[in-house]
């Protein structure tokens, strides 16, 4: 249990204070959502019950099984998690917790015949560490926590190796400091660690320039119930099937990555961030689409559709300013809505420079207009601030919660029409944007609020998730750009694997996990 | 047995005339390795004799029996393919050369019980298209040269879906008259198929721009004798361990490749590929990595050693002035043999003049001296050629082959070393260049050329093939970049994946291919 701890109940410190919502954001959801004026606190800690603790040992690896380390590896940090949480309704919670101080203590662990659920950050927003025993006589939580050196950094050939359990800004500042920098920053940054996201196939809101996790990967360790699997650090190869591939995203369900050799960059000595408006969320896509595949794409690459734009506006309390310019612009351009893009470029000086030359030159052409830098530095100082306020959400009887899918660009507009409506039969307010270009296509990531229906918090979520699920299995989107398969996502991997593939994959964990101990009941596990 | 078929004993058209060795390249062969004055004609394909065929049906196919069906089906264009074929010693064979014309007549074949070896281009160096039998009565070659339709060209989300049998210049010639290019150009560029190049994990020549082949699948279907493995078409994704990275490399030991989604691009403007002389191949090195990692790499990028620069000008020929002109040049900065870089760019006008003063800022700064455009487009017309030279060498009594490897660029150097020790105590004449870049390292391509020893063909290559692979070994290399795995590297494989990772592959193997089946005695069966 080493590092910086969540509060229970939801994100962030336990020190945290809230500042609570702009006064402007509070009308606009009063007026379309509805808020509890009286606030409805969390149940303490220490009230929350949990199932008594199955005993067991495990030879050399200290376990804590007191109550607050089992409540709080318990569960991640998703709706259902936090309405459980919150209200003191946990059905799950690990009988021990073991924070393995090397490999070999991890290995010990995965030889004490119990189910092991991996905990890095816990940030997980699909239950991905709750902690389910599947048929075994108990389950552990593996807290990841002490594992967390940067090993080496071979700055010649950029490769940083790290521990799976360094969460992402002390990589990050073991990084910086020596002048390089791994680019990754998913909103879960503040506590999501290296192994977590790698096990997760994690996106960051830089992605479009430094790539998703899974591109960083250049050597991987893994500790398997079977063995360990040891992959060769290469730029590139044609050995086979590439096995680096079936252990990142493989979250926990076939070993416990140990060593996780990165590709990082040069820490830049620029980032600019700006503001643009699009007339519509099309005219956006298209601009979006000709910035990637013109190799003129920025770092960061952010729309927001029309619903989100109007209440990124009404959130924006300092920069109402700027909404209101926005929205003069627009209005004599015969545009009664439109869509706000935050986009980023990082680098040298003179490569920002260049970049952003050849970036303003496709977005002129695509009808962009500027807002200057004022909504880029709102967002980047805002960019980790989503979990904070679904709490904030929570609190006034109101349910937040996000969901993310990509497809080509051809499909982009059927998919955000369809995962729309879905959510839209659930939620009065349902919003968009694309997060990550990629030059075949772009992933979309959703916000849907509502007023909570009290006592029944979780059957109404369970109505809005499956309808999105289900809209965005039909319309062809992958059910997940990258916040993983977990426990919410099983049920729909088959669609986007074939029966005959998750047979394969159902194949590889029974290999490596004969008994099935790892994390039981998430990925395969339907 | 549709399209362009390969001479038997040899690379290229039946019609294909040589026109010989330059004059000074002969010199060079004569003077450090011999040759021999009388050439050694290759048997004719009449003559060589084939074990007889097996007999039995598969119930709606047709098969082909005759002998040159066999003959043709029978092995790759490896150097010992080359000498059996060539000196009629052919050991294996496949029964009958069955011809699908659907994805149901390929899932006819697999469930006719006996051993299947798919056919594209059958271009393979690593005996990855050689007849074995296995356990199995019979085996029939599954040639996939009628499966060889552009599906569909997504223009909007730049995705093209192919059957597996399209040849490369089929492939590219359809792209390029709808403006698309699929910028995959390995050596076997003339003859190898889509399906091929994904199953084997390509790289081509203008691969550190457009990336490898791996890179630009974004959805897949293969028919396993288990059943059919079909991958959602998805830009990107955190939908569990990738198994399109599984099906990738898979060398049709898993299943056949029915359909094949990939990411094109728009067809160049513009192609300039130029010369370049580096004082030393280390310093060659560091400006290609300075290259990729400050983003400004071209995409060829190909950087010859001082042996290779050395046979290259030999080779040349009429570009005699230019080797004439980089020798002063050298001389005139001290240098006795330096070494030369093809380095090309391709794009819009604009862009290949942007991204090529990128490139040479970085030049400049690590000294390479420009030769200009001459021997790009000598290169550039030659690209093709190397296997062609082989033919004639055999035939004048040299062995000449190739292998390949990358690492990372701390580990560039001493791998270097190492192989081409391990190759000079077998050959006296070793090259090497540096084929493609990554950030986090490059590939290395060795040639190796000796005299033959009459009647111990083989064997002599054997010994230099595994000096080179435990060198590659022990030095931390992949067996292989681009080649793939086949036959010839198959013993090698577990020092990179590790046993448990071996094993997890074949518990892949298992489910998906039960009987074993798939193209026995290749990558995952040492």
New interface residues.
Partial sequence: MARREMRHFGWGDPAHVSHGLPQAALELLRARVGLSDVPRPPVPIGAVALPGPVEFDVPGVELRTDHEARLLRAAGKSYPDLVRMRWGQVEHAPDAVAVPRSAEEVRAVLGAGVAVVPFGGGTSVVGGVEALRGAHPAVVSLDLGLLDRLVEL?E????AVFEPGIQLPAAEGELNTRGFTLGHFPQSYEYATVGGCVA????GQASTGYG?I?AMV?GLRAA?P??????????????????????????GA?GVLTRIAL?V??LPDERRYEGFMFGSFEQGCEAL?ALE?E?AAPHVARLSDEAETEVSFAMAGREGLVAELAGRYLRARGVERGCLAILGWE?TLD?VE?RRA?SLSVLRRHGAVSLGRSPGRAWSRGRFDGPYLRDDLMERGVMADTLET??????LAALHRSVGDALRAHAPVVMCHVS?L??????LYFTFIARQREGEEIEQWREAKTAACEAIVAA??????????GRD?APY?R???????L??????K???DPDGIMNPGK??EA
Avoid: F, K, M
């Fill in positions: 071979d010649r050939s950029q490769i997760t196939r994690s996106a998703r899974d250049v398997c079977a063995g360990d699997v040891d992959l060769l650090t290469a730029p590139g190869s044609a050995a086979g099937p590439d096995l680096r591939e079936l252990l990142v995203g493989s979250e076939l590709r960059r040069r689409r595949q190799g680098g490569g260049a050849a990509a497809t080509t660009w051809s499909n990550h990629y030059e075949t296509g772009a992933s062809g989107g992958t059910i997940t750009h990258h916040h993983a398969v996502h991997l669609h986007e694997t074939s029966d005959t593939g047979a394969a994959l159902r194949a590889v029974a290999q490596l990925l395969l």
